[in-house]
């Protein structure tokens, strides 16, 4: 994808962004902020007048003077009140999240009415809603599930900012592709590469367009970071992530799984905590405590078959050696990092495998909840493995061609079958 740039002084709209503002302005107003100025002090479009086709076409020809996100707003559309509105549906609503989240309703939408919702933020945002409805309905389910975890525990988090977070986490994705956020598939190479920028795009844009403070740009920037390293885009880990990224972070995870018909916040305290070192434990235990206080059931009639199971196992077991037999003294830096990261990340999910302690029981001896944790064990690891086949075939990118035909076995080990 093209580089985005949000500097003032020498700025080029992102064709993406812009073929969303149109859209939006199809449904919503958008005008011009501010007089719209290429760097040679040409005006190309006068403040007050409307977004069009016209203006399209300019500025995809030309360098902006200052970025078109900071020269345009939203009239309509994601307004405080409407915000407001979305989230008192939300949390009348029956999602087990929604339940458990009613203990802290009033602060929520006391803190709601004192965010402040910054001209781009309002931009982003009511695009999201003429394009993709259902990211705003995520955003404010995020912006409220960040804002009840932050009072849930002791964190050096601010609730104001961990809502604001919540609810601006994903305004990034305006700059990617449609194709390849629609979600129905898992992401190809192209299409990861594409989609793992948005954090940073969202970053970069809040900090030079807007007036929030740096901790929320960063931590916006690492929602889908995971204190392993295993995340993006940075790989960051421990320390290296923020206290509100790790949050955010956190409720990315929990959003992710949030929409399922069964048990969906039990199954989000499992996919926080069943592999070791990705997120701290208090954040599997909040959830954990969201879900008992909402009172969801466990399914009774999950059953897992075993050759799936064992499927795993194998492939487990078999990426593992293969990663013993390519390590080498010699070859590039980059090469013994791709090795190591797979021998590292391969035994985090061997742990994971391991911790369950159910795998060797016969069917028969496994109680409902035993069923229920293999069925999540069985596609939280099969998601790990994917990942981790993508990431080395992403750092692989970098090496010698016959230094990348020699690590093809590791991703080729990882690929495990559909159930």
């Given at each position: 994808m093209?580089?985005v740039?949000?500097?003032?002084?020498?700025?080029?709209?992102?064709?993406?962004?812009?073929a969303?503002?149109?859209r939006?302005?199809?449904?919503?107003?958008?005008?011009?902020?501010?007089?719209?100025?290429?760097?040679?002090?040409?005006?190309?479009?006068?403040?007050?007048?409307?977004?069009?086709?016209?203006?399209?076409?300019?500025?995809?020809?030309?360098?902006?003077?200052?970025?078109?996100?900071?020269?345009?707003?939203?009239?309509?559309?994601?307004?405080?009140?409407?915000?407001?509105?979305l989230l008192?549906?939300?949390?009348d609503?029956?999602?087990?999240?929604?339940?458990a989240?009613?203990?802290?309703?009033?602060?929520?939408?006391?803190?709601?009415?004192?965010?402040?919702?910054?001209?781009?933020?309002?931009?982003?945002?009511?695009?999201?809603?003429?394009?993709?409805?259902?990211?705003?309905e995520?955003?404010?389910?995020?912006?409220?599930?960040?804002?009840?975890?932050?009072?849930?525990?002791?964190?050096?988090?601010?609730?104001?900012?961990?809502?604001?977070?919540?609810?601006?986490?994903?305004?990034?994705?305006?700059?990617?592709?449609?194709?390849?956020?629609?979600?129905?598939?898992?992401?190809?190479?192209?299409?990861?590469?594409?989609?793992?920028?948005?954090?940073?795009?969202?970053?970069?844009?809040?900090?030079?367009?807007?007036?929030y403070?740096?901790?929320?740009?960063?931590?916006v920037?690492e929602?889908?970071?995971?204190?392993?390293?295993?995340?993006?885009?940075?790989?960051?880990?421990?320390?290296?992530?923020?206290?509100?990224?790790?949050?955010?972070?956190?409720?990315?995870?929990?959003?992710?799984?949030?929409?399922?018909?069964?048990?969906?916040?039990?199954?989000?305290?499992?996919?926080?905590?069943?592999?070791?070192?990705?997120?701290?434990?208090?954040?599997?235990?909040?959830?954990?405590?969201?879900?008992?206080?909402?009172?969801?059931?466990?399914p009774?009639?999950?059953?897992?078959?075993?050759?799936?199971?064992?499927?795993?196992?194998?492939?487990?077991?078999?990426?593992?050696?293969?990663?013993?037999?390519l390590?080498?003294?010699?070859?590039?830096k980059?090469?013994?990092?791709?090795?190591?990261?797979?021998?590292?990340?391969?035994?985090?999910l061997?742990?994971?495998?391991?911790?369950?302690?159910?795998?060797?029981?016969a069917?028969?001896?496994?109680?409902?909840?035993?069923?229920?944790?293999?069925?999540?064990a069985?596609?939280?690891?099969?998601?790990?493995?994917?990942?981790?086949?993508?990431?080395?075939m992403?750092?692989?990118?970098?090496?010698?061609?016959?230094?990348?035909?020699e690590?093809?076995?590791?991703?080729?080990?990882l690929?495990?079958?559909?159930?």
């Amino acid at each position: 994808m093209q580089a985005v740039n949000f500097s003032p002084g020498d700025s080029q709209a992102d064709p993406d962004f812009l073929a969303a503002i149109m859209r939006a302005s199809e449904t919503y107003s958008i005008v011009a902020s501010q007089d719209i100025v290429d760097v040679r002090g040409l005006k190309l479009w006068a403040k007050g007048l409307p977004v069009s086709a016209a203006l399209q076409q300019r500025l995809l020809e030309r360098k902006l003077l200052n970025p078109i996100e900071a020269c345009l707003m939203a009239e309509d559309g994601v307004t405080p009140f409407y915000l407001m509105e979305l989230l008192k549906k939300f949390l009348d609503s029956d999602h087990s999240m929604a339940h458990a989240l009613r203990p802290w309703g009033t602060v929520l939408e006391k803190q709601l009415k004192q965010i402040p919702l910054h001209s781009v933020a309002q931009l982003l945002l009511t695009t999201a809603l003429a394009t993709r409805p259902g990211a705003i309905e995520h955003a404010v389910q995020a912006m409220a599930l960040a804002g009840g975890m932050a009072q849930a525990q002791s964190l050096p988090v601010d609730v104001r900012l961990a809502m604001l977070g919540g609810l601006l986490h994903d305004i990034g994705e305006a700059y990617i592709q449609p194709q390849y956020l629609d979600g129905q598939e898992p992401l190809d190479l192209m299409g990861h590469q594409h989609l793992m920028v948005h954090p940073r795009i969202a970053q970069l844009l809040l900090d030079a367009t807007t007036d929030y403070p740096a901790t929320l740009c960063r931590a916006v920037g690492e929602h889908h970071e995971r204190a392993n390293g295993s995340g993006y885009p940075a790989r960051l880990q421990g320390e290296d992530i923020s206290p509100l990224g790790m949050l955010l972070a956190a409720v990315e995870t929990t959003m992710g799984v949030s929409q399922s018909p069964t048990a969906p916040l039990f199954r989000a305290s499992f996919a926080l905590r069943v592999v070791p070192g990705e997120f701290p434990s208090r954040y599997s235990s909040v959830v954990f405590n969201m879900a008992r206080d909402a009172k969801e059931k466990i399914p009774t009639n999950i059953r897992v078959p075993s050759d799936a199971l064992q499927h795993i196992n194998a492939t487990l077991e078999k990426a593992r050696l293969t990663t013993l037999a390519l390590q080498s003294p010699t070859g590039s830096k980059e090469r013994a990092a791709i090795v190591l990261l797979a021998e590292d990340r391969l035994a985090r999910l061997r742990m994971a495998w391991n911790a369950l302690g159910v795998w060797g029981l016969a069917p028969d001896q496994l109680t409902p909840q035993d069923h229920f944790e293999m069925d999540l064990a069985w596609g939280e690891l099969r998601l790990r493995l994917f990942e981790l086949q993508r990431e080395c075939m992403l750092l692989a990118e970098s090496l010698s061609e016959p230094e990348k035909a020699e690590l093809t076995p590791i991703w080729a080990d990882l690929k495990v079958q559909p159930a």
